[in-house]
């Protein structure tokens, strides 16, 4: 009564080729589901998936599917045999590479918990499961082997790992592999703190040897209390993969981008948008595209206003905003040149030039006009006399 099964990772390797019969692997199918009922199966205890084998391998249901024994057991039912060969080293590779992870159900190495594998198996292996074995045990994986029947004791002993005499079993006949759940319970038992409950972290609780210590689930950090867990600020430098903007979602994250910017297709990178679409922006007239964001500009003509949106008309007769000789004439957005009374406009449409006057003059009018000019130079001539004296 003071024993539970410790927290595990446990995947069911079960052999279904052509060997074992139907009736057979019915009585295979009903060890595991006694298998789970000795089991703590829960999202923070045990965690369980089976692996289906004979020359193919098919995951029946990974590590992250079932969280309750009801729905486990139901899923062992509905599993039928593959038939074929006995490929055993593909199967564990399988396991290594399909099963054992953490998108797939597996907890993190901090955790510190036993990644376990079960072999049920009837048959000799037809391919070379000793390095393979012999590479899951490296990573941390626990391999216990189950031999039924015909089973060869040499690979049984080749996949399991040491002590072999713990990891090894064998029974005669399917008929009688029940019996291994009692040794099954024995082995996966742990009377400590984390087991029995006597403990009062929060989230995780880790056995160490005949004490434990509390940890957390991924996303949090434990608190200075040593017992509580608080969501761990994810967006930290370092944390967090998002390319602009990371925003913290309970012990998670999601990734935001800058104004002017569209968040891509893999949530995590950004690309500008063009802001100057129709309906963005709230130019008047013209709008500049700049890196995600924009300015405004004006036509020809028009000058932007200091509210930097809209644009007035500007005097184009202003000086030194055209290029009239004499007279600018403004044409609303445009302006044309003329002439000082006197003058011609030229044909460039710019300059003037002093406008010819009509040759046939009588003889009375060219005398009045000599008289005048005399007159001038007369009037001129005293003028000067004066200021010098």
Same mark, same amino acid.
């Given at each position: 009564s003071a024993c539970k099964n410790r927290p595990l990772d446990l995947v069911f390797i079960i052999d279904s080729s052509r060997s074992v019969r139907p009736e057979?692997?019915?009585?295979?199918?009903?060890?595991?589901?006694?298998?789970?009922?000795?089991?703590?199966?829960?999202?923070?205890t045990t965690?369980?998936?089976?692996?289906?084998?004979?020359?193919?391998?098919?995951?029946?249901?990974?590590?992250?599917?079932?969280?309750?024994?009801?729905?486990?057991?139901?899923?062992?039912?509905?599993?039928e045999p593959l038939s074929a060969g006995t490929m055993t080293g593909l199967a564990i590779q399988t396991a290594m590479d399909e099963v054992f992870t953490e998108e797939m159900g597996t907890r993190p190495v901090t955790f510190n918990i036993p990644k376990v594998v079960i072999v049920v198996?009837?048959?000799?292996?037809?391919?070379?499961?000793?390095?393979?074995?012999?590479?899951?045990?490296?990573?941390?994986?626990?391999?216990?082997?189950?031999?039924?029947?015909?089973?060869?004791?040499?690979?049984?002993?080749?996949?399991?790992?040491?002590?072999?005499?713990?990891?090894?079993?064998?029974?005669?006949?399917?008929?009688?592999?029940?019996?291994?759940?009692?040794?099954?319970?024995?082995?996966?038992?742990?009377?400590?703190?984390?087991?029995?409950?006597?403990?009062?972290?929060?989230q995780v609780c880790v056995s160490n040897g005949s004490s434990y210590l509390c940890d957390c689930y991924e996303g949090y950090a434990l608190n200075p209390d040593k017992r509580t867990c608080s969501a761990a600020d994810m967006c930290a430098p370092g944390r967090h993969e998002c390319d602009q903007?990371?925003?913290?979602?309970?012990?998670?994250?999601?990734?935001?981008?800058?104004?002017?910017?569209?968040?891509?297709?893999?949530k995590k990178t950004c690309s500008a948008m063009d802001t100057c679409a129709p309906g963005r922006h709230d130019c008047a007239q013209v709008c500049l595209s700049n890196d995600g964001s &924009?300015? @405004?500009? %004006?036509?020809? =003509?028009? *000058? #932007?206003?200091? $509210?930097? +949106?809209? /644009? !007035?008309?500007?005097?184009?007769?202003a000086?030194?905003?055209?290029?009239?000789?004499?007279?600018?004439?403004?044409?609303?957005?445009? &302006?044309? @040149?003329? %002439?000082?009374? =006197?003058? *011609? #406009?030229?044909? $460039?449409? +710019?300059? /003037? !030039?002093?406008?010819?006057?009509?040759?046939?003059?009588?003889?009375?009018?060219s005398c009045k006009c000599e008289a005048i000019a005399a007159l001038q130079d007369s009037v001129t001539s005293r003028l000067e006399a004066l200021s010098t004296k």
């Open positions: 057979e692997f019915e009585k295979v199918k009903i060890f595991l589901s006694e298998m789970i009922d000795t089991l703590d199966v829960g999202e923070r965690r369980v998936a089976v692996l289906n084998y004979a020359s193919t391998v098919k995951v029946e249901f990974p590590l992250r599917t079932y969280f309750d024994k009801a729905s486990m057991k139901e899923a062992v039912s509905r599993i198996t009837d048959g000799r292996p037809q391919d070379q499961v000793q390095d393979v074995a012999a590479s899951a045990q490296a990573a941390g994986i626990e391999i216990y082997a189950v031999g039924v029947d015909r089973a060869d004791m040499q690979s049984l002993r080749i996949m399991a790992s040491e002590p072999l005499d713990e990891h090894v079993f064998y029974v005669e006949t399917y008929g009688v592999i029940e019996k291994l759940t009692s040794k099954f319970r024995e082995t996966f038992c742990a009377a400590n703190a984390c087991a029995l409950g006597n403990h009062d972290c929060e903007i990371c925003v913290s979602n309970n012990g998670s994250y999601i990734c935001e981008c800058y104004e002017g910017y569209t968040l891509n297709p893999d &924009y300015s @405004c500009g %004006c036509f020809e =003509g028009y *000058t #932007l206003n200091p $509210d930097k +949106k809209t /644009c !007035s008309a500007v005097d184009m007769c000086p030194g905003r055209h290029d009239c000789e004499q007279v600018c004439v403004r044409d609303d957005l445009f &302006y044309t @040149c003329e %002439c000082y009374q =006197g003058y *011609t #406009l030229n044909p $460039d449409k +710019k300059t /003037c !030039s002093r406008a010819i006057t009509s040759s046939l003059v009588t003889t009375e009018e």
